[in-house]
């Protein structure tokens, strides 16, 4: 898992560092930062399946991905510290330019545990590798080294790792309509080719789960299949009404947004393979509160098999959380950029003792930061 996450002048943030466990929470208003903490996440991946400028290119340029000053553009530096099957790891990139809209790889740097109890390591320098002997990427300014490496047995679990990452920001209108058959995992970031990921699975790895969460939340659905109408597949619901003979399947269409919104989510959490980090944005939206005990139960079991991150300014989803089981962390934006930071001793001893819950103190404000807003983006 990626025990800490460094970032410096991505997006809206100025500089922060997150020390992360299994599960882990973002807390902020709209527009404070949160979710750049997670794109960080999507850009680490791009940049190791479509490399750097696939990554940059789908963040809208670098223009975007850099954080917004005055004067010469800010150097962008991302760093993760991980805890691979083999040990600890680490990898670092930083990203310079001499524009706004231009950008060159000024250093980058791995290091990864074997198995052996050895260390091996490497590190870029304005376009100049040192390493091991017979080891040399092909390089440019735009390119990263660990992408032309990853298929070294020593470097791979390194890259697989970043590789295998989503951050999902579930849209029910995609759930809705029919979609093509997609081979493609796993689901996409707003569940485009989720009725493809049940599909392909194993209803032993998802079915029960997902009809009893839904039995759970809706009151009447019983079941949960995938057909086929030409060459689409199509997501059904089986409902029961008071009148026990009177039983329908409809399809996903006739749903509600919470009703499908809380089935994307779990099945990016019980998807196989399982993704080594799962970032969920907002899962309360449209979801009925009294649905959020649930919907919390299930990424806490999901944190054992994924690291979880999830971003939320939802009272009803804090007052249910368990400091003993996830990390909370404040975020806030000031002239500096983004800023988080972690629960104070005094606000963790007031939710330990039972005086208030997280929820409580979202409400009250004191969850957000004292800071002199700066310019929005």
Known sequence: MITKLKLTNFRSIGRIELSLGRLNLLVGVNG??????????????????????????????????????????????????????AGPSRYDFELTGDSVEEYRVKSESAEVSLGDGSRFAYEVQEGKFVGPAGLQPNLDQQSLALTSLGGDPRLRPLSEFLSNTMVYSINPAALRIPQKYS???????????????????????????????????TGDIEDVKVTKAASFLIAEFKHHSANAKNKRWFSSDRESDGTLR?????????????????????????????????????????????????????????????????????????EAGTLVQPLSDDQRASVKEQLLSLGDLMLSGDLQLDLPWGEAE
């Open 183 to 217: 081979n493609e995992s796993p689901m996409q970031a707003h569940g485009e080719n989720w009725v493809s990921v049940l599909h392909s699975q194993e209803d032993a790895t998802w079915k029960a789960e997902l009809v009893g969460a839904l039995r759970k939340l």
């Open 32 to 85: 404070s930062g949160k979710s750049n903490v997670l794109r960080s996440l999507t850009f680490l991946r791009e940049a190791m399946k479509l490399g750097l400028p696939g990554a940059v290119t789908n963040s809208n340029g670098i223009g975007s991905v850099r954080r917004h000053s005055t004067g010469h553009p800010h150097n962008v530096r991302l760093e993760v510290e991980l805890l691979l099957d």
């Open 262 to 334: 809380v089935a994307g989510i779990l099945t990016a959490l019980l998807q196989e393979p399982a993704l080594r980090v799962i970032g969920v944005e907002e899962p309360e939206q449209t979801v009925h509160p009294g649905a959020l005990p649930l919907l919390f139960d299930y990424l806490v079991e999901a944190s054992k098999r994924s690291q979880i991150l999830v971003t939320t300014h939802s009272p009803e989803l804090l007052n249910h959380v368990s400091l003993d089981d996830c990390r909370v962390f404040t975020v806030g934006r000031g």
